[in-house]
């Protein structure tokens, strides 16, 4: 059912409330529509990524690497994510949206002026003369994410996943056919640079268009009051995941050559995860928001959410671990060889972190977003001490020990949705056998065809084991999910359940 959206008529008017009728429908088309909303972007970067690797080295990969986490790390302090406590929140009203707005355009200008300006001294404490062209260029996503905040919350609250979708594709579209044309006339590393401005630039344009929605007048200090509980926990958490220190880390102490081999492997981690998060993200945490007070629905709809993010990573991130190590250097080159126990360690972190993306939007959903922030602090400063440490022992010794703190500290997240959820860890976590056991099926299958046709060319061995390994994980997940696929039947079409 559309939902209607009130007319606000003054500043402590209600807008843009909650979708109480036919949420579960709303949530799986958004889910639908999401992994459109994933897809493009994907495919998009996934090209620019996989054509900038031909073009590019290491070094390249690592300067642009350098300069987007410096930029990154300004945007973490900014109140990006206070965005997401308009989500969450149970009611707002126009005060709050506006007065966000307002102090998100004044910390856009207060810190774009900080690049344009101190770009030299930036640069000094670098050690890396090739970022300070950048520096003011990659600034502009500054001011663009920063304004797209307020709209970008409004579309979401809604839950237009079909307009988000819309807004997402024209902008990686766009970025992707301007990026792949500049490296192709031999722009070089400035084509990374132009692509992700011009993503940010027509996603703040769009959003705009799409959410139908414009400031008023005025900032009022009680509004963000009201959303900092909420805001500065997101904010923080946020700030966790985009400000980059462990590229700043590693540029440092290792070089740019050993940065932008786990640059390299880490953005094909992202490829695939945002594949996962950029479907399940929004989704779960506006549906599991507007259920915040059901418990029940809150612990089913949590329930098939983390059952599908584990049924379609586990086979992702595994398959490609599988296949890295003859993949990468027939398709990238020699040059990229070393990426190969980057990229799998990655993956072994990719399968937890896909199950991660659901949890996280439970935790927030119920208000507990301190929680996740306690939570990936940990993992953050796990990660930071493990570059610190280990970057001499070699990138093997590093990944093996970013895999080790990642699975020790993963029990934490269990405990935090079980306890939420009033359910037994065990209880949730037996909600992944069925994805494991089709997982090994899927392993073996693979290996199998590697054994067959070892005498074949590359091409012909990895195209045969993507082709038995999808064969054999789609038959055996569907063959397990029997129960799994009623439940969303039943969800998404609840008048039909006495017919079942």
Same mark, same amino acid.
């Given at each position: 059912?559309?939902?209607?959206?009130?007319?606000?008529?003054?500043?402590e008017?209600?807008f843009?409330?909650?979708?109480?009728?036919?949420?579960?429908?709303?949530?799986?088309?958004?889910?639908?529509?999401s992994?459109?909303?994933?897809l493009v972007? /994907?495919l998009?970067? =996934?090209?620019v990524f996989?054509?900038? $690797?031909?073009?590019?080295? #290491?070094?390249? *990969? &690592? /300067?642009?690497?350098l =300069?987007?986490g410096?930029?990154?790390? $300004?945007?973490?302090?900014? #109140?990006?994510? *206070? &965005?997401?406590?308009?989500v969450q929140r149970?009611r707002i009203?126009r005060?709050h949206a506006?007065?966000?707005f307002w102090?998100s355009?004044?910390?856009?200008?207060?810190?774009f002026?900080?690049f344009?300006l101190g770009?030299?001294?930036?640069?000094?404490?670098s050690?890396e003369?090739?970022?300070?062209a950048?520096l003011?260029?990659?600034?502009?996503?500054?001011?663009?994410?920063l304004l797209a905040v307020v709209?970008?919350?409004?579309?979401?609250r809604?839950m237009k996943?079909k307009?988000i979708?819309?807004?997402t594709?024209?902008?990686?579209?766009?970025?992707?056919v301007?990026?792949?044309?500049?490296?192709?006339?031999g722009f070089g590393?400035?084509?990374?640079?132009a692509?992700?401005?011009?993503?940010?630039a027509?996603i703040c344009?769009?959003?705009?268009s799409?959410a139908?929605?414009?400031?008023?007048?005025?900032l009022?200090v009680?509004?963000?009051?009201?959303?900092?509980?909420?805001?500065?926990f997101?904010?923080?958490?946020r700030?966790?995941?985009?400000?980059k220190?462990d590229h700043i880390?590693?540029?440092?102490?290792a070089g740019?050559?050993?940065?932008?081999?786990?640059?390299?492997?880490q953005?094909?981690?992202?490829?695939l995860l945002?594949l996962v998060?950029g479907?399940?993200?929004?989704?779960?945490?506006?549906?599991l928001?507007?259920?915040?007070?059901?418990?029940?629905?809150s612990?089913?709809?949590f329930?098939?959410a983390?059952?599908?993010?584990?049924a379609v990573s586990?086979?992702?991130?595994?398959?490609l671990?599988?296949?890295?190590?003859?993949?990468?250097?027939?398709?990238f080159?020699?040059?990229?060889?070393e990426?190969?126990?980057?990229?799998?360690?990655?993956?072994?972190?990719?399968?937890?972190?896909?199950i991660?993306?659901v949890?996280?939007?439970?935790?927030?959903?119920?208000?507990?977003?301190?929680?996740?922030?306690?939570?990936?602090?940990a993992?953050h400063?796990?990660?930071?001490l493990?570059?610190a440490?280990?970057?001499?022992?070699g990138?093997?010794?590093?990944?093996?020990?970013?895999?080790a703190?990642?699975?020790?500290?993963?029990?934490?997240?269990?405990v935090m949705?079980?306890r939420?959820l009033?359910?037994?860890?065990?209880?949730?976590?037996?909600?992944f056998a069925?994805?494991?056991?089709?997982m090994?099926a899927?392993?073996?299958?693979?290996?199998?065809?590697s054994?067959?046709t070892a005498?074949a060319g590359v091409?012909?061995r990895?195209?045969?084991?993507?082709?038995?390994?999808?064969?054999v994980?789609?038959g055996?997940?569907?063959?397990?999910s029997?129960e799994?696929l009623?439940?969303?039947h039943?969800?998404?079409?609840?008048?039909?359940?006495?017919?079942?």
């Amino acid at each position: 059912m559309k939902q209607v959206q009130q007319t606000p008529e003054g500043p402590e008017s209600p807008f843009h409330p909650h979708v109480t009728a036919g949420r579960s429908r709303a949530a799986f088309f958004g889910v639908i529509w999401s992994a459109l909303h994933a897809l493009v972007p /994907t495919l998009s970067s =996934a090209a620019v990524f996989f054509i900038s $690797a031909l073009f590019l080295t #290491p070094q390249d *990969f &690592g /300067t642009v690497g350098l =300069a987007s986490g410096m930029v990154s790390f $300004a945007i973490a302090f900014s #109140p990006v994510a *206070f &965005g997401e406590a308009l989500v969450q929140r149970s009611r707002i009203c126009r005060r709050h949206a506006d007065s966000l707005f307002w102090a998100s355009a004044v910390f856009a200008a207060a810190l774009f002026a900080v690049f344009l300006l101190g770009a030299p001294l930036l640069t000094r404490m670098s050690g890396e003369p090739g970022v300070r062209a950048m520096l003011p260029v990659l600034a502009l996503r500054i001011p663009f994410e920063l304004l797209a905040v307020v709209p970008n919350a409004m579309i979401i609250r809604a839950m237009k996943f079909k307009l988000i979708a819309l807004r997402t594709a024209v902008a990686a579209t766009v970025s992707g056919v301007v990026s792949v044309a500049m490296l192709l006339s031999g722009f070089g590393y400035w084509a990374l640079v132009a692509s992700q401005v011009l993503a940010s630039a027509v996603i703040c344009l769009m959003a705009f268009s799409v959410a139908r929605w414009r400031p008023g007048r005025g900032l009022d200090v009680a509004a963000l009051k009201d959303l900092w509980s909420y805001g500065s926990f997101a904010s923080a958490d946020r700030m966790l995941n985009t400000m980059k220190l462990d590229h700043i880390l590693l540029g440092a102490l290792a070089g740019t050559h050993v940065l932008g081999l786990y640059y390299f492997g880490q953005r094909l981690f992202n490829l695939l995860l945002s594949l996962v998060g950029g479907a399940l993200s929004s989704v779960t945490h506006v549906l599991l928001s507007s259920l915040q007070d059901d418990l029940a629905r809150s612990r089913d709809a949590f329930m098939i959410a983390s059952y599908v993010s584990s049924a379609v990573s586990f086979p992702m991130f595994s398959g490609l671990a599988l296949i890295a190590p003859e993949l990468v250097p027939w398709f990238f080159g020699a040059q990229w060889a070393e990426a190969v126990i980057v990229i799998q360690g990655f993956c072994v972190v990719g399968m937890l972190a896909s199950i991660g993306i659901v949890q996280g939007a439970l935790v927030k959903a119920q208000g507990r977003v301190n929680w996740w922030f306690y939570y990936q602090l940990a993992q953050h400063v796990g990660t930071f001490l493990v570059l610190a440490l280990g970057f001499g022992a070699g990138l093997r010794i590093m990944m093996l020990a970013l895999i080790a703190k990642f699975i020790v500290l993963w029990p934490i997240s269990i405990v935090m949705t079980a306890r939420l959820l009033k359910m037994r860890p065990s209880a949730y976590v037996l909600n992944f056998a069925r994805p494991l056991l089709a997982m090994s099926a899927m392993t073996a299958a693979v290996m199998l065809v590697s054994n067959r046709t070892a005498d074949a060319g590359v091409a012909v061995r990895v195209a045969g084991q993507i082709a038995a390994g999808a064969l054999v994980y789609s038959g055996a997940i569907l063959a397990l999910s029997h129960e799994q696929l009623r439940r969303v039947h039943h969800m998404v079409f609840p008048a039909r359940r006495q017919a079942i």
